[in-house]
């Protein structure tokens, strides 16, 4: 069984890992002993263009939930990336100074942003929605797009 | 005894249509070949070559090329080397970007002002490779 | 899959660098892509296709596509016949062009007014092979 829900657009496959959380501003947040990672949808690197720089805070730094931790920017767009959730930034993925590009080749593995360790994690997952829901919401973002999404 | 023909550097874009940044490996190339360095430079089509067209290949494989990408995904550098080239210099538009982070070309079929900016520095770039090429030849 | 996802024509250009005629079919193939049918197409980007892009190749593959090629090798539709399988259509703008009787054209690189107007042409003839491809594709 594919680990990932998939739908097409023009020619592109969007994907959305399960077991993955996600926010509504298309970040997904993935819980691994009792710490926090979060990277980019598929969507979002899909829309993006193809990043050039990825900047977030500094490590130790405490980031609140629904605030900016840092951007993405593509010579298409510069995309605020909002906190899923509120706690301390404890790493930065180091392989995205060097090779950005990892967002949009590999969005849900070597391309993740941060690992934040949380303040209160059962209290931030409420406001999370889950792999499904996020797909629909895609779904639905996609539906009312009139551009078109850059090649891959 | 006629003198040898003299090498030429063979500059390929990757000319990727979805992109701002195909556009603009092509315009920096042809800037190049057409006017900073024509005596010394020349294009030939990315696709004819993959075809396997035997004079392409002719000239991929006996002169030095450097290929010119728009997006991290390098066709121009794959098909190269694929196709034999002498592949003796990789650019790609992304690192002209990274150095004028202020300029944001946004047309693909006709090169925005942004994009001309870019696609002279990358020209600017492409030079240099040409330059250190001939000199050490 | 939508009705609008099952009604999309694969557009795949050359953009030969060699001649003219390239810069012709790239510019014709952007304005139909982003002005005259730009729900209807899809750029396939050729040199992507070349080197593997999956989503290239099997879009191509799944639908009907339309090559546009500069002059007579073809290279557009040699690489999807081989890679994805035969075009819906085939379109050498350097065959248009004869039959057009057009007066020269500008440098490869930048298209004047005369040669954007030949451009301008050829992608309507381009739009009308797309209705064409549609109105046939079940």
């Given at each position: 069984?594919?680990?990932?829900?998939?739908?097409?657009?023009?020619?592109?496959?969007?994907?959305?890992r399960?077991?993955f959380y996600y926010t509504?501003d298309d970040l997904w947040v993935s819980i691994e002993n009792g710490k926090v990672k979060v990277g980019v949808s598929d969507?979002l690197q899909k829309?993006s263009g193809d990043v050039a720089f990825v900047e977030v805070a500094k490590t130790g730094s405490t980031v609140e939930?629904?605030r900016a931790f840092g951007t993405i920017e593509s010579a298409?767009t510069t995309v605020a990336l909002l906190s899923p959730l509120s706690g301390r930034l404890d790493e930065a993925n180091s392989k995205l100074t060097g090779s950005p590009e990892l967002v949009n080749s590999d969005p849900y593995g070597e391309g993740w942003l941060v690992i934040i360790a949380p303040r209160?994690i059962?209290?931030?997952?409420?406001?999370?929605?889950?792999?499904?829901?996020?797909?629909?919401?895609?779904?639905?973002?996609?539906?009312?797009?009139?551009?078109?999404?850059?090649?891959r | 005894?006629?003198?040898?023909?003299?090498?030429?550097?063979?500059?390929?874009?990757?000319?990727?249509?979805?992109?701002?940044?195909?556009?603009?490996?092509?315009?920096?190339?042809?800037?190049?070949?057409?006017?900073?360095?024509?005596?010394?430079?020349?294009?030939?089509?990315?696709?004819?070559?993959?075809?396997?067209?035997?004079?392409?290949?002719?000239?991929?494989?006996?002169?030095?090329?450097?290929?010119?990408?728009?997006c991290p995904l390098r066709?121009?550098?794959?098909?190269?080397?694929?196709?034999?080239?002498?592949?003796?210099?990789s650019?790609r538009?992304v690192d002209a970007y990274k150095k004028?982070r202020?300029?944001?070309?946004?047309?693909?079929?006709?090169?925005?002002?942004?994009?001309?900016?870019?696609?002279?520095?990358?020209?600017?770039?492409?030079?240099?490779?040409?330059?250190?090429?001939?000199?050490?030849? | 899959?939508?009705?609008?996802?099952?009604?999309?024509?694969?557009?795949?250009?050359?953009?030969?660098?060699?001649?003219?005629?390239?810069?012709?079919?790239?510019?014709?193939?952007?304005?139909?892509?982003?002005?005259?049918?730009?729900?209807?197409?899809?750029?396939?980007?050729?040199?992507?296709?070349?080197?593997?892009?999956?989503?290239?190749?099997?879009?191509?593959?799944?639908?009907?596509?339309?090559?546009?090629?500069?002059?007579?090798?073809?290279?557009?539709?040699?690489?999807?016949?081989?890679?994805?399988?035969?075009?819906?259509?085939?379109?050498?703008?350097?065959?248009?062009?004869?039959?057009?009787?057009?007066?020269?054209?500008?440098?490869?690189?930048?298209?004047?007014?005369?040669?954007?107007?030949?451009?301008?042409?050829?992608?309507?003839?381009?739009?009308?092979?797309?209705?064409?491809?549609?109105?046939?594709?079940?």
């Amino acid at each position: 069984m594919s680990e990932y829900l998939t739908t097409t657009f023009d020619k592109f496959e969007l994907r959305v890992r399960k077991g993955f959380y996600y926010t509504k501003d298309d970040l997904w947040v993935s819980i691994e002993n009792g710490k926090v990672k979060v990277g980019v949808s598929d969507y979002l690197q899909k829309t993006s263009g193809d990043v050039a720089f990825v900047e977030v805070a500094k490590t130790g730094s405490t980031v609140e939930t629904g605030r900016a931790f840092g951007t993405i920017e593509s010579a298409k767009t510069t995309v605020a990336l909002l906190s899923p959730l509120s706690g301390r930034l404890d790493e930065a993925n180091s392989k995205l100074t060097g090779s950005p590009e990892l967002v949009n080749s590999d969005p849900y593995g070597e391309g993740w942003l941060v690992i934040i360790a949380p303040r209160n994690i059962e209290h931030d997952r409420a406001s999370l929605l889950s792999a499904d829901d996020y797909f629909k919401l895609m779904l639905e973002k996609l539906q009312s797009e009139h551009g078109k999404l850059e090649s891959r | 005894m006629d003198a040898p023909a003299q090498k030429k550097v063979i500059i390929i874009p990757c000319s990727g249509i979805g992109k701002a940044f195909g556009s603009i490996s092509r315009d920096a190339t042809y800037e190049v070949t057409e006017n900073l360095r024509k005596d010394t430079t020349q294009t030939l089509c990315l696709a004819l070559l993959v075809s396997g067209d035997e004079e392409s290949r002719r000239l991929v494989s006996s002169n030095k090329c450097i290929t010119v990408d728009g997006c991290p995904l390098r066709c121009a550098e794959k098909n190269v080397k694929l196709a034999g080239g002498n592949l003796a210099g990789s650019l790609r538009v992304v690192d002209a970007y990274k150095k004028n982070r202020h300029l944001k070309p946004r047309s693909v079929t006709f090169l925005d002002p942004d994009g001309r900016q870019m696609a002279a520095a990358l020209a600017g770039k492409i030079v240099k490779k040409v330059d250190d090429l001939l000199g050490e030849q | 899959m939508t009705e609008a996802q099952k009604k999309k024509v694969g557009i795949i250009s050359c953009s030969g660098e060699g001649c003219v005629e390239g810069t012709i079919s790239r510019v014709a193939t952007r304005l139909v892509l982003g002005k005259l049918r730009p729900i209807e197409t899809v750029t396939i980007c050729l040199p992507l296709f070349l080197a593997g892009g999956r989503e290239e190749r099997e879009f191509a593959r799944d639908y009907p596509t339309i090559t546009v090629d500069g002059c007579d090798k073809m290279c557009a539709k040699i690489a999807t016949e081989r890679y994805s399988g035969k075009p819906a259509s085939s379109i050498v703008v350097a065959d248009m062009l004869k039959n057009w009787q057009c007066p020269k054209l500008s440098s490869r690189r930048e298209l004047n007014d005369e040669t954007l107007a030949v451009a301008r042409k050829v992608a309507n003839r381009i739009a009308e092979e797309v209705d064409e491809v549609l109105k046939h594709w079940v």
